[in-house]
């Protein structure tokens, strides 16, 4: 099904007057008055999409979720993990914004976690898959100890402004995963 040209301007509308408002502060202080106000509309257009900021928030971090799972099982089943972390670092890059404030506590606190969950989801079995000699319990751990290595460094490169490329950052995330990995690939 088509969304028309108009009402996806509007809902684009929306969310960028929901994003400016949620940098500032958080999502239990923004008000549809605000909201209609920022993006030029009327309460009733907000109400055909929305029920509250609270469900505008929702609706956009399961779209996030749901963008971001569809990009790794398209990439993850796939030979090439380069091209896959280059496309997901691009995708970042490319949302950073919107990522970013969602991620703050003035948006949903456990926001993160799902992401890590759904990660966890669709990657997990993939590293496991490579760790034929290990428990779950231990290729749990594995999966776990690569996914906050790589989360910091995402965090720093978030933090310096993004400057490296994503081939530049998929280079070095794999170059520390298969040193983490090799000693359990003997």
Known sequence: MKTDARVRYTKQAIRTAFLTLLARKPVAQITVT?????????????YKHYQDPFDLLQ????ESLLHLRDNV????????????????LEDLRSRHEEYTIMATPNADPDFPRRVSECLYREVAPKVGSSLPGLSDSQKRMVYRFLESGGSGLLNDWFEQGMKESPEEVSDMILRLSHAALAPFRR
């Open 59 to 62: 609706q956009m971090e399961d």
């Open 73 to 88: 099982r398209q990439f993850a089943t796939g030979p090439d993990v380069r091209r896959f972390l280059i496309r997901i």
């Open 34 to 46: 605000q909201l209609c106000e920022m993006a030029q509309i009327n309460r009733a257009t907000f």
